[in-house]
């Protein structure tokens, strides 16, 4: 067993566990929760985290399959016990490059990125409620702060998780649920290895893993890291709309 002292939630649930942020916040649990069941649509990478570990298990999963979910979702908890913590950590990211707008690339981001998120919570949201219990974390991105180049589809999806964790935050706290939501910058993970641009601040995943688990810790509403690179996309927020596009046309779409 690991060193590391007991967490404080009995069964934890990571969709889009197989890879990037999600194994790795996995593996941080594993051993410091009785059960952590991990999803994802890769079956054979769930099966792998699962022989390697403690206390993983696998329910392999389609998170745009709503009936799916609601099954797995029943048959973690009739075999673990009641969720105490869901963290929302699948995703799809393809460049959109105008002229080129396909509706497809949009609407496969869409059913992965914000769906899957909303079929989840239909399940997790009034069963913690109910309970008065729980706690929900849902990964955005510093891309749904304001519109980037290239981030059409997959910026559109952070944007629209960010306006549903602040429209449900105040309910579920008046329930005793936490709800957070989770903005990183560039993590190295398999989703940006295909980036064919500079990404200022890249943080190795075991270290966002980290980041996130404190913050989850701590029940913070908005988990963010790295610091630097965050805080400035956060202050861009602020800018009058003609002086963040100077700044987009001068230094993110120079040949």
């Known amino acids: 067993m690991t060193d590391a002292p007991a967490l404080p939630w009995r069964t934890a649930w990571i969709v889009g566990a197989s890879s990037g ?7 941080l649990l594993d051993g410091r929760v009785d059960t952590v069941a991990i999803s994802a649509r890769s079956a054979d990478s769930l099966n792998a985290m699962q022989e390697a570990s403690q206390t993983l298990l696998a329910y392999p999963l389609d998170i745009t399959d709503a009936d799916a979910v609601a099954r797995c979702y029943q048959d973690i908890e009739d075999k673990a016990g009641k969720i105490d913590l869901v963290v929302l950590s699948a995703g799809t990211w393809e460049m959109v490059v105008p002229p080129d707008i396909d509706p497809a690339v949009f609407k496969r981001s869409m059913d992965v ?17 109910r309970r008065r219990a729980g706690q929900i974390a849902i990964i955005s991105s510093v891309a749904g702060y304001r519109g980037l180049p290239k981030a059409a589809a997959y910026g559109s999806t952070k944007a629209a998780l960010i306006n549903l964790a602040e429209s449900l935050h105040p309910e579920l706290a008046a329930k005793g649920v936490t709800l957070s939501i989770v903005n990183p ?3 190295d993970t398999p989703m940006t290895a295909v980036n064919d641009f500079p990404m200022p601040f890249l943080m190795p995943v075991d270290d966002a893993a980290q980041r996130l688990l404190r ?4 029940k913070a509403y908005e988990i963010t890291f790295p610091r ?4 400035a996309m956060k202050l861009m927020r602020l800018l009058p709309n003609a002086v963040y596009f100077w700044i987009v046309r001068t230094f993110m779409l120079r040949e």
């Open 215 to 218: 913050g989850l810790e701590r």
């Open 228 to 231: 630097r690179f965050t805080w």
């Open 113 to 129: 990125n914000f769906m899957g998120v909303v079929n989840v919570l239909a399940q997790a949201v009034p069963d913690m409620m």
């Open 21 to 27: 942020l999600g194994a790795a916040l996995a593996k």
């Open 185 to 187: 910058g560039f993590v």
